[in-house]
Each structure stands twice: as C-alpha cells, then as structure tokens.
C-alpha cells in the first residue's frame, strides 16, 4: 500500500499566508534562500500527521503575525481511497482538526493515520539536548504503529501532572498519592517495555544505514538507560514521596529514563564531529522510516530538510544512492543549493515536481 500527499492548502501558517501546491507522487524538490518559508511548508506538512509542529512552535506562533486564523489542509490518495485532513486554528480558540470533514474528539484518534518521518537541523537537539528530545524521539516512533503504547504514555503524563500539583501543594493525604502511584506503575511499565523493545529491535537497522552512508569502521550504538529496569515503579514513588514534596516534583519514573547515543562506545554528544553527527541523525531517521515502512500499512511520508549542510561529497553521494532504492514512497526535500536537487533528480527520478520558495510563496518550476 502507498500514501500520497496529493495537495497542500496553506492559509498564514508561519510566513506562508496562502499556497495551493499539488505534488508529485515519488520527488518534490524546494529550493530557496534561507529565511524564504521552505522548512515552514515541510513543518505544514508535519503538522498534519501529528497535530503539532516539528519545532515545538507553540499553535499561538504558527499563526501567521497579522492574521487571526490559520488552516492547513492536504488530501491524500490512500489505499485507494482519498483522505481529507483539515487542521484550522484561531488564537485564544482550541484548534479543530478533522478527517474527511469528521472532526475528532481527541487528537490523539489521529497520529498514525498518516506515518511520517523528518529530517531537519532542529534533530541536533537529539545529540546536544536533553533527555527529554531523546524520549520524545521514541515515544513517536512507537506512537505511530501502536495505540495502546500512546494511550499509556498519554495516561502516564496525565497521573504525573497530577502528582505533582499535589507535591508541589504539599498536600498529605496518602489515598492521593497511592491512587496516582499506581497508575504511574501500570502505565510506567508499558512505556519501559515499548521503549526497551523497541531500542532492541532499532540498533541492527540503524547500524546498517551508518555504515551504508559513512563507509567507516566506527560503531554506533544506543543504550536505553531507565531505572525501570531492577526497580518497581509503585513502591519507588511511595519510598520517595516525603523526598519528592521537598523538592516539588516526581523524581523517579520513565520520564527520568535516558537514550544514550554512542560513537565507538563514547557519548557522541562529547566526541562527534559535525559531519559524524550529521551522519548520525540521518542514519537514525531512515532507519526509523525503515522500522515504520516494515511494521505499518504503508511507507511513511519523508521529509528532507537541509539534508546535505555539514556533509562532505561521499556521503552526500551515499544518501543520493540511499534515497533512490525501492521502499522509498514520496519524498520532500528543501536545498538552498539548486545543484544538490538536480543531482538527486538526475540519479533518481523521472517523476518529480520541483518548486521555488521565495517570500513565502511556493511556485513550481520547469526543469
């Protein structure tokens, strides 16, 4: 089976405040300055698998500065059916989302629908940031392929809130506490699992992609670190409950756990190069998509951003060759450099569309 986005309608989503884009079912190739609203339309297109921005970019700031309603809407021809997404959002207003005009009751109804899978420079903050991007990158790998992982990680997150409003009142009642430590239990010990798992199953994939695109002896790895592993959950939230009101907030669970990226047994994040790192990323996203392509319905969406800053000629050479095997459905990619696009298109593809961004504006061109 195999998803296309068909077409994109934009209205004021960051500096894009108007676009009707129909695309090309394998290639769609944007080439722009920096600044121009490239990395803005792939982040549209993000938005409409996951409810949210890649960068984190709260819905108030999407909305573009002098306007008041923002609307992104893409059709998709999908297992042979079309499917209509429609996201609007207005300020001081909750945002609507709906599928085939159907609005739903929890946005969490919606992710896998539409798998999808980014590569962008904001995924240094895999390497250089904190914990929390490392588990964040997990939980939507598994979110995309398993409801019953995310109805436990939405839960979890749910209880401690929760408990922390109660640390952080000083509240004393004890049935409070028990009540939310079990659930922080049960619901904890489904994310370790998933999370645990998943790791186990990832390392081959993404050791093989390192390799194809670095050609070197140096050995990747990743290390899941959670104390979940030789410790209850429940009895350790109540062992440490009077420790947690002092501090004012739940300091043990899977939301403390770690994804330990390494570089010959060393943390990258210490001894990577930019080159190593960018390799990294790239290398872990497309084993990602490959997780995703083999456990669902359908190859995901990829999208490229920015893909070949910090790269030297081999392996930009190698991720051409990468992109152009079978498995691949359709593909975005942004480039300031319009030699990069047309040497992917030259290797790849005969059907492809290409666009210039400028301004805001997405126009196609001719080749």
Do not use: W
């Not at 002896?217 to 939230?237: F, I, K, N, P, Q």
């Not at 319905?297 to 060759?321: G, H």
Request: proline share 1%; hydrophobic share 35%; aromatic share 8%.
């Amino acid at each position: 089976m195999e998803m296309v986005l068909e077409k994109l309608s934009v209205l004021n989503y960051k500096n894009i405040q108007q676009a009707e884009v129909s695309f090309s079912s394998k290639m769609n190739c944007f080439c722009g300055n920096n600044g121009m609203g490239k990395t803005n339309l792939l982040d549209a297109i993000y938005y409409l698998s996951f409810c949210k921005s890649h960068l984190h970019t709260p819905d108030s700031q999407i909305i573009h500065t002098s306007q008041d309603v923002c609307i992104v809407q893409g059709t998709y021809a999908y297992e042979g059916r079309e499917e209509e997404v429609f996201c609007a959002m207005r300020r001081r207003q909750r945002k609507v989302f709906k599928r085939n005009k159907k609005e739903y009751d929890k946005l969490s109804e919606h992710i896998g629908l539409l798998p999808l899978v980014m590569v962008s420079p904001a995924d240094a903050d895999l390497i250089r940031g904190g914990s929390d991007e490392r588990r964040r990158f997990l939980d939507l790998i598994i979110s995309q392929q398993d409801k019953s992982y995310l109805h436990a990680l939405i839960q979890y997150n749910k209880a401690l809130a929760q408990r922390n409003v109660l640390l952080k009142e000083q509240c004393a009642d004890a049935s409070l506490y028990e009540v939310l430590e079990m659930q922080l239990g049960m619901y904890g010990q489904i994310v370790y699992e998933g999370r645990k798992r998943l790791v186990e199953d990832f390392i081959p994939i993404f050791k093989t992609y390192y390799q194809r695109i670095c050609d070197s002896a140096e050995e990747v790895g990743l290390r899941y670190d959670s104390r979940l592993a030789e410790m209850d959950l429940t009895g350790a939230l109540a062992s440490n409950r009077e420790r947690d009101r002092i501090l004012g907030y739940t300091s043990v669970g899977v939301h403390k756990d770690e994804l330990e990226m390494t570089l010959d047994d060393c943390l990258i994040r210490r001894i990577g190069s930019q080159g190593q790192n960018k390799s990294y990323l790239i290398a872990l996203k497309l084993a990602q998509f490959a997780f995703l392509r083999e456990r669902g319905q359908t190859a995901p969406i990829l999208l490229l951003d920015d893909l070949f800053d910090k790269l030297d000629a081999n392996r930009v050479e190698q991720i051409i060759q990468l992109v152009r095997e079978e498995g691949f459905g359709q593909i975005f990619i942004t480039d300031t450099n319009r030699n990069h696009l047309d040497a992917i298109l030259a290797a790849t593809y005969r059907d492809y569309a290409l666009f210039r961004v400028e301004r805001g504006e997405v126009k196609r061109m001719e080749e």
